[in-house]
């Protein structure tokens, strides 16, 4: 059956806020402030004018591909249809690594709250992306709702925190401002960029949104704002709050702020509205790659049946949600029973993204034709590309993945077409 579009504005806004930003407002601007200081902030700005032109990028790709197979389905059309599909299967293995990996820091956080035998972290974890899988199997048009009621209140919750603790701030926390010089502005906003993926996982949902081409456009602007904004806030009221010699032994923001500015009984509401976001954002990427899964199987790249609508027109791909707990629960158990470290596979998952962006960016490039959106375009590319050197070996081990599965397609492709004379000699 067709996708239904039941997303409207504010639930569009709700899936943005919370495939962007996540728990890592609670911990990425603490790292940056170690690497610059108070100069992070300089950073955090650069890095919004910098993310606007990719946020608008990918929006536009929405327009023009409203489909479930999100940015690749862009590619396919516009570049190469065996590379979209490369990329897609590519995203939604990079979703599949990753997600479990939120599931366990949701875990991590609740046993800071409640203390309970560390064994019992990854079942937990694992019931964190369960219910997730339950909340997106209840349809978009009701998840969407109470996603957007969520995260309305979480982001007027971090406001008010913003609110009464940054006028407790002082001059001596911004001093010295640039205590590492002007070269580790540079390194605060390699950290700060990673704080800003997600802007691609609603691409996956531009196939369920009402109208595409008008909602994207009065849409992008406020996420935009509403994101750039809240990391730039609280990074703010970190530096400004919370003395150097603290920010130099935890990267964690909120819990410190609360304890100084509200005092130490307040200090677990940090875990409890990190959770909350963790969940958010797990709702969010379980949605995309449900969708993600959807597409391979009705591109034939998956087993039918995982390409099957259940529920009717306000449903959810539920057989590829049951594919999906099946498949955390597998990579679950391997991280911690190999004991993978979850740093390597996050720097991992960022690699597939820069490999990813910069594919959909140079697509971008052959298709845009104003001056400002290739402008955009162009200013996406050098901005992911600088990243290469960074992730280095990931990157390299990314495109190795993406060449054997490239070359695999084009294998069952030619397969497929060399049995097709035959089939049809027989039945001749």
């Known amino acids: 059956m067709s996708l239904q579009r039941h997303i409207g504005s504010r639930e569009l806004l709700a899936f943005y806020i919370s ?30 004018l910098i993310t606007a032109p990719v946020a608008v990028c990918f929006a536009k790709m929405s327009m023009m591909a409203p489909e479930s197979g999100g940015v690749p389905a862009f590619v396919e059309k516009s570049l190469n249809r065996r590379m979209g599909k490369t990329l897609s299967m590519l995203l939604t293995l990079t979703i599949v690594v990753s997600d479990p990996i939120m599931g366990l820091a949701a875990a991590h956080y609740l046993h800071a709250l409640i203390p309970f035998d560390r064994q019992w972290i990854p079942l ?20 969407g709702k109470i996603q957007s009621i969520a995260v309305f209140i979480l982001v007027c919750g971090l406001v008010v925190v913003m609110a009464v603790a940054l006028p407790q701030g002082s001059a001596e926390n911004m001093t010295p401002f640039m205590p590492q010089g002007i070269s580790s502005v540079g390194g605060a906003m390699v950290v700060c960029f990673f704080a800003f993926l997600g802007w691609e996982n609603i691409s996956s949902i531009a196939g369920e949104v009402r109208d595409p081409e008008r909602t994207f456009r009065r849409v992008i602007p ?63 990427w379980v949605m995309g790659a449900s969708r993600q899964i959807f597409a391979l199987a009705n591109a034939g790249l998956l087993p039918r049946a995982l390409g099957r609508w259940s529920g009717g027109a306000q449903g959810a791909p539920r057989n590829a949600l049951a594919a999906l707990a099946v498949v955390y629960g597998i990579f679950t158990l391997c991280i911690t029973g190999f004991q993978i470290p979850e740093e390597a596979l996050i720097q991992f998952a960022n690699a597939n993204f820069i490999v990813i962006y910069l594919f959909a960016f140079g697509a971008a490039l052959k298709v845009f034709r104003s001056a400002r959106m290739r402008a955009c375009a162009w200013i996406a590319i050098i901005a992911s590309a600088s990243l290469v050197p960074l992730l280095g070996k990931m990157v390299a081990a990314s495109l190795a993945i993406a060449a054997m599965v490239f070359v695999g397609l084009a294998w069952h492709e030619n397969r497929r077409a060399s049995r097709a004379p035959r089939t049809d000699a027989l039945q001749g």
Not at 29 to 36: D, K, S, V, Y
Not at 258 to 282: D, F, H, K, P, Y
């Open 19 to 48: 495939s962007v930003v996540g728990a890592g407002v609670l911990i990425i601007p603490g790292i940056a402030a170690q690497i610059a200081g108070p100069a992070s902030i300089v950073a955090w700005v650069l890095l919004a």
């Open 222 to 284: 406020w996420a935009v704002l509403v994101v750039s904004g809240l990391y730039g806030m609280i990074a703010l009221t970190y530096v400004a709050v919370v003395p150097p010699d603290e920010r130099a032994t935890a990267p964690t923001v909120l819990v410190p702020i609360l304890r100084i500015a509200v005092g130490e009984s307040t200090a677990a509401v940090g875990s409890v509205v990190a959770i909350a976001l963790l969940l958010l954002a797990v709702n969010s």
């Open 124 to 143: 937990v974890g694992y019931a964190f992306l369960l219910s997730a899988i339950g909340f997106n199997a209840m349809g978009i048009k009701i998840g």
